[in-house]
């Protein structure tokens, strides 16, 4: 038995040492060459994130320095690593390639590379740089879905990547994204500015979500209603604005104003260029601290009732006619007086005090006001007519919010109330919220939907207005928000999508 087992043990290592012999050997590049491989590739500004999805090949043009006649050297930029090597003279070389189209959206990132390097050893690593010609958005959800849908300007499904999604695009205009809910047939919208910054964007979809801090995330609780919503900043608003209030959507028509010690102006805003169209001037009003915007089907009205101390008796809000708005430099205002018969106290309460008021919407012939009670967090709900004259608002009930209101609109189309406002206290002050009701009926806000969080005033700025723009997406804007030598947030203009919600 010990002669059969040392026989075999001696066989196999000679078996063994047989194979290894036959091995082929890498044959080492001629003496004076270099072998070239492609260790990674390196684009300007792009910022780390998920793998990026090249064209499946690449005709690399390689051209030694002196010679005029170029080398092409093919290989699939998408392997990791990249296999292809070329065998070259030592020397020095430069090199390009570029993308042969740049398609409006693409399954593939275009690019234009070029450079130069050295071959100087017998196996030479070589980093490639250049420049995408194109913007990526990406999205990763923790649930099985079907596939988000671009849906403006074009109709098109997302590509999909080791379970999750993306797109390359190479257009300025607006993209407006739907994304599907994991169990049911609601959706959310999502828009993306084109025209930002940064060439690659991830959006994160999380369900359920595991805790409430915002995270520039969308987290879906269990009954999938957004806990979070991510704004889509569209632009800058002009210097002018920096004090931007109100906001009124009208006719495909934008329309803000800035609020107290500014001028007796109403403006009409780009909301994509974030420009000044016009500036229309109310000749009879004064600027004391015009809060809010709201609109019946003719007139528009404007709310001076900014009372940040709590000492205002000249409470007013202005009414101008729309045709006039649409058409003139200049216009007159009717004027609605009014005042908190409740109130007793106008001493100098700043910030102290529940007679504060930054929002306000007009339903069938009254306008409602939302105030911003500073000690207790909540809203007081007010009436009074549309009508020119002079009145005492009656208090209709009082809204628990647990945040400042600063904003409030209704949709046309369906009714829906929206209040846009912030936390003061807290575990995380500062924090933007959106607070949805059914709408009002019988002169009381009617079933609180949900409340969903955008974001933060040190990312944001102050949320000051807010405008139903179209299917229940809203426009939102926000105030420049300075703290010396921590932050300097410009006035922005931005889009929240919630076609889908509903």
């Not at 000679?14 to 012999?21: I, N, R, V, Y």
């Not at 200049?330 to 007793?344: C, D, G, M, R």
């Not at 209101?405 to 936390?423: N, Q």
């Not at 969903?452 to 804007?477: Q, T, V």
Request: net charge negative; glycine share 6%; hydrophobic share 35%.
């Amino acid at each position: 038995m010990r002669t059969v087992t040392l026989t075999f043990i001696f066989g196999l290592f000679a078996l063994l040492s047989c194979d290894k012999k036959n091995d082929p050997i890498p044959n080492p590049p001629d003496e004076g060459k270099s072998e070239i491989r492609i260790n990674s590739i390196q684009l300007q500004d792009w910022t780390d994130g998920p793998k990026k999805v090249y064209e499946n090949e690449w005709n690399l043009s390689i051209q030694k320095s002196g010679d005029n006649s170029p080398i092409s050297f093919s290989f699939h930029p998408n392997n990791s690593p990249i296999q292809e090597k070329i065998e070259l003279e030592k020397g020095s070389y430069s090199y390009s390639y570029e993308s042969e189209s740049t398609p409006t959206f693409s399954d593939f990132l275009p690019v234009k590379i070029s450079g130069e390097f050295d071959a100087e050893n017998p196996d030479q690593p070589v980093d490639l740089n250049g420049v995408a010609k194109s913007k990526r958005v990406f999205f990763q959800m923790n649930y099985e879905s079907s596939t988000p849908k671009l849906e403006q300007p074009q109709i098109m499904d997302f590509y999909p990547q080791e379970g999750d999604f993306y797109l390359y695009y190479n257009t300025s205009d607006l993209l407006k994204i739907r994304i599907p809910f994991p169990e049911s047939e609601r959706f959310l919208t999502q828009f993306h500015a084109a025209n930002s910054t940064s060439l690659s964007t991830t959006y994160r979809v999380e369900w359920p979500e595991n805790n409430d801090f915002y995270e520039n995330s969308i987290k879906l609780d269990e009954n999938e209603w957004p806990v979070t919503l991510i704004p889509t900043t569209l632009n800058r608003l002009d210097e002018s604005q920096d004090e931007t209030s109100g906001l009124a959507w009208i006719e495909g028509r934008l329309f803000s104003i800035n609020d107290g010690d500014n001028s007796n102006e109403i403006h009409e805003i780009d909301p994509f260029s974030g420009a000044v169209v016009r500036s229309i001037e109310v000749t009879n009003a004064a600027n004391v601290d015009w809060e809010d915007l709201a609109q019946s089907e003719n007139h528009l009205f404007i709310g001076d009732f900014g009372n940040n101390i709590g000492n205002r008796r000249d409470l007013v809000i202005y009414k101008v006619a729309i045709s006039d708005l649409l058409n003139q430099a200049v216009l007159e205002a009717e004027k609605i007086e009014f005042n908190y018969p409740n109130q007793t106290d106008f001493g100098n309460n700043s910030m102290n005090h529940e007679f504060d008021c930054e929002a306000m919407v007009y339903l069938d012939g009254s306008l409602h006001l939302f105030t911003k009670n500073w000690v207790s967090e909540s809203s007081d709900h007010y009436i009074l007519p549309s009508d020119a004259g002079s009145y005492d608002a009656e208090l209709l009930e009082n809204i628990d919010l647990d945040g400042l209101v600063t904003a409030a609109d209704i949709d046309p189309e369906s009714g829906r109330l929206i209040l846009m406002g912030f936390r003061r206290l807290g575990s995380n002050p500062l924090e933007q919220w959106l607070w949805f009701f059914e709408g009002i009926a019988e002169n009381k806000v009617q079933g609180r939907f949900q409340q969903s969080k955008i974001g933060g005033i040190p990312a944001r700025g102050f949320p000051e207005g807010l405008a139903f723009w179209e299917k229940g997406n809203i426009w939102i804007s926000s105030e420049r928000f300075v703290l010396e030598g921590v932050y300097d947030i410009p006035p922005l203009i931005g889009v929240v999508g919630l076609e889908g919600l509903f």
